[in-house]
Structure formats: C-alpha cells, structure tokens
C-alpha cells in the first residue's frame, strides 16, 4: 500500500498554487529517512509573481499607522497559539525534533518575538525636530524599506521565519520568504494561519532550492535581501545584491567560544555547556561547540563532561528522554561524520563520535579533546552534537584562542571573578557575550556577530531598526 505524500503550496498574493512549470522535490523526515511531502521547486516566474504581489501590497501596508500593524501582528501571536500543536506537529516532521522540547522551547520564544515586534512597531524613534540652520526646522522621518526577499535556514525553520517576517512586517514592509528545501512545511502552516490577518500580498512564501534564493536576491523589486545561512550563501548574496546595491542583511555561521577559568562551578558549567552544545543536534550557531579549559582543570572537566555527553540521549520525536533529534539531512549527516574521520592523530575522542542506528541520521553526542588551535574542527563549523575542548594556561592565552577563528558570533566566560568577567567581554570579539550561562536569547537583545558571522541584527529594536530607511525633511519657518 502506498501513503499519499502530502502536497505544500507556494503562498503568493494570498493564495496558495503549485510551481507554474509545476515542478517539486521531496520533502524527508530527518528521523526516519522517509519521505513524506511534496513541495514547488519555484523558478524565475514563481519569484516574479510573488514580488509582483509583494510590491502591490507595499503602498497599502506602508500607509498603514503603527497601531494597525501592531494589532495584525497581535492577532498572529494569537492565532500561533491557538494552532500551536498543528506548528509542533509539522516542525517536529519538518526537522525530526523532540516534539515537547519544540512546544516548550520555540513556541513560546516566536510568540513572545512576534509580540515584541507588534510594539516595536509603536515605539520607532528619532532624534527631535529642531533648527539646524537660521530659518529652518529639520525633521527625521523613519520610513519602510520596501519588498524585503528573505531566506530562512532549516535548523529553526519556524523560528527563523519569525524572525525574518515580523521585523519587517511590523516596520511596513512587505516580504517574499524562502524556507529551505528541506524544511518547508512549517512555514507553509504559518502562511496558511498568516492568512486570515495580513492583506495579500503583504507575506508570500515560495518553496524551492538554492537557486530560487538566487532568483530572489537578484530581481530588481527588492529593496532588502536577508539571509539565515552558511557563509557560503551568505557572500553570494552579498555578491549579488551588489549589483544593484540592495541593502543586505546576513546572519551567518558560528563557532562560539565557551571559555571555563579555573575558579568556575565546573559542575555547573559541565551541565550547562553540555545542553547549550548538544541542543538541536548542535544544528546551532551559537551552540557551545569550542571549549576552552584552564590547564589546572581541564582534565576534570574532560572527564565530567564525556559523562554527560555518554548520559545524553538522541532519539526519535516521541522519545521524552531525548535531548535532540537527528541531523537535517544525508549531507549533514556526512559532513559531521567526515570532521571526526579526518580527526589529527593528536585528538582524541573522549565520548561518541558515531552515527546511532540505521534509520534516520542520528549522530552520538561526542567530545572531543587534545585539540590544537589550527586543527580543521577548531577552525570551521560542524554544525552537529561534536563538542570540542582546548587547554589554556592564562586569561592572554584564552583570549588568543578565541578570537583566532574567522566567526565572531557568540560566546561565553565563566568565572566567579566580575573583574576577569568584564576584562574578557570587552576582549572578546564577538557579538554576543554571555557569563556563566551560553545560549538565552530574549526579543529585547540584539542577536548577530560580526567578521564571517554576517552583519546585522536580529531581535530587539536594533533588528527592527534594520528594516527601516532614514529620511531628512527640511522646511523653511519664515513667513
């Protein structure tokens, strides 16, 4: 007997329809290896009508007043809520992730985010009118960019679509998404719950693969192009969107440092950097993937955290005992594998470092020691369960190893000392710097980093900044 693959539509202009060449490609359940959906493979005429329709809906949307488009976001946040086991169920299909973690751990978080930018959308600001020049008053005007094309990743696919979507929307924009190829279906959900709220045209999502997203970024309607992705795809769009200088916003890779001095809580700091690097299969680029261990306890710390990684469980969705699921993909799976096969003689593998089961793509939580700072899995991001651990003599040293990676994301300090602590935030080079805890986020904070993590910030009214243009309006006050 065969199972018919459920079939995800393109959402342009308010309505939902197959790629016009009706082209697809197969959607997998990462946990089972199966497939189980079909979605548009969207070429050059599915990126052209939903720009079009992005770009009728702007003049619309743009004239709307702050408190209209705050209260469509608040209607959005509400409908999410209403259909949060629907969201949970097609995230957790989408991506293989633990089905509570995800309602307890991403729900809450997107509503709380869409919230945050419904009142952000009220409190816009500039510096005051005033008189610059004898006989003229100036004033700022914070105005819309226009059609936004942004491209969402499939570690956080929903999530991610929050983020892209509700800055941009509550600023009066209107946008064209692209979720991954791999993960469609929780965004397609979205749109169909985005629906009855937001006029057509303003929020259009096409399915499709890498080169829809170059389609997207290199049409001539977008004011802004936003991407969540490797840094791959990240300097392509920026090469792209140079060509006729399009505003560009990147969020890229990640390869936090996670720096333990020797007067930290080690239990502590085991057990938290254990979830914040093993979180979502380290599928993360903030996850605590880089440690950094003080010399005097560095073989303690070893030892305790290849305990929690042997007593951290993958599984399937269902499995409550799990922390993560699988990785996204068969080539994921690959490249996380390759980085432990290519292993320098001098590492050792202290937990894991192997594919579980036969079904699906599972890999073990691993930790490995014995790393030295130019070693390719110090270096470059993996993306995957793999914790990585360094020994460092003094504060100098654990400085010199974290800033020398080419990512400059997140990262983390932990120490009892407050003096050490605010020596090493000021030093680090990184956008985010947390102590004694690595990996909260909140909608008021500012989420990005800068060298090869991108530039510009999601989150908080610095990410909703983004999505706007400043405009000077001169006037002369004489009679």
Known sequence: MTTELRRLRNYIGGEFRDAADGRTTEVVNPATGEVYATAPLSGQADVDAAMAAAEAAFPGWR???????????????????ARADELVAAESENTGKPLGLTASEELPPMVDQIRFFAG????????????YMDGMTSIIRREPVGVCAQVAPWNYPMMMAVWKFAPAIAAGNTVVLKPSDT???????????????????VFNVICGDRETGRAMVEHSTPAMASITGSVRAGMSVAESASKDLKRVHLELGGKAPVVVFDDADIAKA???????????????????TRVLVQAAVHDEFVAALAKAAQDTKTGQPDDEDVLYGPLNNPNQ??????????????????????Q????????????????????????????GPVITVQ??????????YANGVEYALASSVWTKDHARAMRMSKKLDFGCVWINTHI?????????????SGYGKDLSAYGFEDYTRIKHVMTSIEG
């Not at 952000?120 to 008189?131: F, K, N, P, Q, W």
């Open 63 to 81: 004239d709307t007043t702050p408190s209209e488009r705050q209260k469509a976001l608040l209607k959005i946040a509400d409908a999410i809520e």
């Open 120 to 131: 952000a959308a009220r409190m816009l600001e500039g510096r005051s009118a005033g008189e």
């Open 183 to 201: 993960t469609p279906a929780s965004t397609v959900l979205l749109a169909e719950i985005i629906d009855s709220v937001l006029p057509k045209g």
């Open 270 to 288: 085991v057990e938290d950097i254990a979830v914040a690097g093993f979180f979502n299969a380290g599928q993360d680029c903030t996850a605590a």
């Open 333 to 354: 799976l690959k490249q996380v594998s390759g980085f432990i096969e290519r292993l320098p003689a001098h590492a050792k593998v202290e937990a894991g470092g192997h």
């Open 356 to 383: 579980v089961g036969d079904k699906g793509y599972f890999y073990a939580p691993t930790v490995v020691s014995g790393l030295k700072q130019d070693d390719e899995i110090v270096q470059n991001e993996v993306f």
């Open 391 to 400: 020994s460092f003599s003094d504060e100098s040293q654990a400085l010199e």
């Open 440 to 452: 909260p986020l909140v909608a008021e904070m500012p989420h990005g980093g800068y060298k090869k």
